[in-house]
């Protein structure tokens, strides 16, 4: 390690004819500056970054996450994500999901609505988050998680491929993850 101090959003960390701009920096003019306060490092390979001591909880490609299902439409549900799986922190960055439906169930699905409801908690992996958050259910253990019966509001419990409300008695289709009513939220 060549140099590590302490450094502030807009600090002049190097210029771009010694260093490169990585992770936390970005470059205007030939000049890096950091974008992020954190801990500068100009390293042996000529890498200008700054590492934040408490970086932000942001969604990568291959995140598992849990959604509250906002909406359905003819050929995508939309979500909101509230929390990424083994983290305890807030989200910080964009958390309006949608979910093509192609990418829901491994079988072939026409209908949204067959497959997940609105209000519906789900566990979905990010698929992408440029240019939009975009989640998949197609996995075994990726689904609904928890859903609440339509007309009376009792919690549903599985029943074979789908979902049961014990109070008024209705069969509801799902897509369910292997874990439905097993986990905590």
């Known amino acids: 390690m060549a140099d590590s101090r302490m450094v502030f959003p807009g600090d002049e960390v190097a210029v771009e004819e010694e260093y490169l701009a990585a992770e936390g920096t970005f470059s205007e003019d030939g000049v890096i500056y950091a974008s992020q ?30 959604a509250v299902v906002a909406d359905i439409r003819n050929t ?15 989200l910080g960055g964009e958390t309006y999901a949608t979910i093509h439906v192609s990418k829901i169930s491994q079988g ?23 240019p939009s958050l975009q ?8 689904g609904v998680v928890r859903s609440l019966c339509g007309k009376c509001k009792t919690q549903m419990v599985k029943k074979g491929q789908g979902l049961f409300c014990p109070e008024c008695k209705t069969n509801s289709p ?12």
């Open 135 to 142: 989640l998949t259910t197609k996995d075994d253990h990726l």
């Open 108 to 130: 072939y699905t026409d209908d949204v609505s067959k497959e997940l409801r609105k209000g519906d908690y789900i566990r979905a992996r990010v698929t992408a988050t440029k």
């Open 174 to 185: 799902r897509k369910l993850a292997d874990d439905y009513g097993n986990i905590k939220i």
């Open 76 to 90: 995508m549900a939309t979500a909101d994500v509230v929390g990424k799986e083994g983290v305890s922190r807030t």
């Open 37 to 66: 306060i954190g801990i500068l490092e100009l390293d042996d390979e000529c890498i200008a970054r700054v590492v934040s001591p408490n970086p932000p909880n942001i969604l990568s490609n291959g995140d598992i996450v849990y």
